[in-house]
């Protein structure tokens, strides 16, 4: 393996831990579920949901901005360019941060009564800081991803902040918070999270120059222009995840909203694998482009599809063939989702591989990813009407996965006729059907085998891996891929022994 796949497969085996560690985010979740019941869980879920699509106002495409600036200024050794580059981005989300704070604030009584929940309204406006919390932490996180150094991601986000979340919202809960006291340890949480990302972004740039340069030195219109793009593509992307859920609270209640947000909290899992590469590509990508040799780029964008299914589709596997078990976690009640999951999965999957498309957001060429974004937004805004009144969960599963496949589609498509990029190779295939292989023995077993739905259920997934390793070494993993995977558990194993 090359010198070059060698680094990334060392970034990317720390991002992977990140993307374990937050594995246990689910039980955050689960208390959650658990404590306030399927309607409760429910509003929690829509306070969140409908926030969540606002507050990609406040990153205001500063992560783009940031990602593409810092990683070029890291290439060039321009620390100061990166800094003042930093500052600008803060002092955006700042202020773009509070205007959406107060639109949230204003909005939520009108929310309500579209969801036709009136508790809604007080934990709308407990969560309305949250959206600064976050993104002032994730400008700190990405601009040290952007210069290579992925562990401070896995400390802040992957461990310190799923702990946080957990124990502050036990306490809470035990004290007889409810809804609104679970959304205040949120933004606790979150706030304390943003701090301890600024402590580590001080160990790779300095924070009181960055500090200061959010107040002393003039905007930098340039930065702004380029985030520019990434806004409207945030939003669409904000609603594009978001209509199903408002549209089946809209039109279901609470209830069908706790049990489609189980079915999320597992999916959304995919999009995080794809997640963990990320920032070595966006720290990689960028430069490549700017020298525009296609033929390297084309083979690193190869390489990262394939490393990402390797992880993906085994993940897909276990939330279409095993969504019983995993849901029944969260309560019987949640158990009738498990059809919607399946269906979420396969959309989900599409869009953890459709790795091309950071060419044309790393490229500054965000525009196409947009129009892609808009073509899968318009699609759920005629589907989920039609689907939701008559098929609830069903209805809704189907338009997210049909429309976000459909964008990723698009995406894949323009990446394609405008940089010559695609990532199949022979390798995909070969990931593909050893998955599909351990899908169809693991699945068969789970559905015939006489047990307890937990007897099944881990039974049908050791087999559906087993089944899925047998075949895919059968097949042959390419150099690269075999460094890639013993890399990562090689991490691992001595991220566990130390602990």
Excluded at 162 to 189: H, K, M
Excluded at 225 to 252: A, N
Excluded at 332 to 343: C, K, S, T, V, W
Excluded at 416 to 433: D, M, N, P, Q, T
């Amino acid at each position: 393996m090359s010198t070059g796949a060698q680094q990334e497969a060392r970034g990317i085996g720390v991002n992977l831990l990140t993307l374990f560690a937050q594995a246990s985010l689910p039980a955050f979740h689960v208390q959650l579920a658990r404590a306030l019941g399927e309607s409760g869980y429910g509003v929690y879920r829509t306070a969140t949901t409908f926030v969540d699509v606002l507050s990609v106002i406040t990153m205001f495409g500063m992560d783009l901005a940031i990602t593409r600036r810092v990683s070029i200024a890291r290439a060039a050794n321009d620390e100061a360019g990166a800094v003042a580059a930093v500052g600008t981005a803060l002092r955006v989300v700042l202020l773009s941060g509070l205007a959406v704070s107060l639109l949230v604030f204003v909005s939520a009584p009108s929310v309500a009564a579209w969801q036709q929940s009136p508790q809604l309204v007080t934990p709308l406006r407990t969560l309305v800081l949250l959206p600064i919390a976050y993104h002032v932490a994730s400008i700190f996180l990405i601009a040290t991803q952007a210069r290579m150094v992925m562990r401070y991601d896995f400390w802040a986000r992957g461990l310190f902040q799923p702990l946080v979340l957990l124990g502050a919202t036990t306490l809470v809960l035990r004290l007889g918070g409810g809804i609104v006291g679970a959304c205040f340890a949120v933004v606790t949480g979150m706030a304390a999270t943003s701090l301890l990302a600024g402590r580590f972004y001080s160990r790779e740039l300095p924070l009181g120059p960055t500090l200061a340069a959010i107040v002393r030195n003039p905007m930098d219109w340039g930065l702004v222009r380029m985030g520019l793009p990434g806004v409207v593509l945030g939003i669409v992307w904000g609603l594009q995840g978001s209509v199903d859920t408002l549209f089946l609270g809209h039109y279901r209640g609470s209830a069908d909203v706790g049990a489609y947000g189980a079915c999320v909290l597992y999916v959304v899992s995919l999009s995080q694998v794809r997640g963990a590469f990320y920032p070595v590509i966006a720290a990689t990508l960028p430069p490549m482009l700017v020298k525009g040799d296609k033929a390297a780029t084309n083979e690193f964008i190869r390489r990262q599809t394939r490393w990402v299914a390797l992880l993906a589709m085994p993940l897909c596997v276990l939330f279409a063939g095993f969504g019983d078990g995993l849901l029944a976690i969260f309560g019987g009640e949640f158990l009738r989702a498990a059809p919607a999951l399946a269906i979420l999965s396969l959309g989900h999957l599409t869009g953890a591989l459709a790795v091309p498309a950071y060419v044309l957001l790393l490229g500054g060429k965000a525009r196409y990813s947009t129009i892609a974004a808009l073509t899968c937004l318009v699609f759920q805004l005629v589907a989920l009407p039609i689907l939701v009144p008559r098929y609830g969960l069903i209805g809704a599963a189907v338009s997210s996965a049909s429309g976000m496949a459909l964008s990723q589609v698009v995406q894949l498509g323009f990446a394609w006729s405008i940089e010559r990029v695609h990532g199949f190779s022979v390798g995909l295939a070969k990931v593909a059907v050893a998955a599909l292989a351990g899908f169809v023995c693991g699945r068969g077993l789970f559905q015939w085998m006489p047990y307890p739905l937990i007897v099944r259920f881990f039974v049908g997934v050791a087999v559906a891996a087993l089944v899925y390793a047998t075949v895919l070494v059968s097949l042959g993993l390419r150099e690269d891929e075999r460094e890639m995977v013993g890399a990562g558990w090689q991490k691992v194993r001595a991220r566990l022994s130390r602990d």
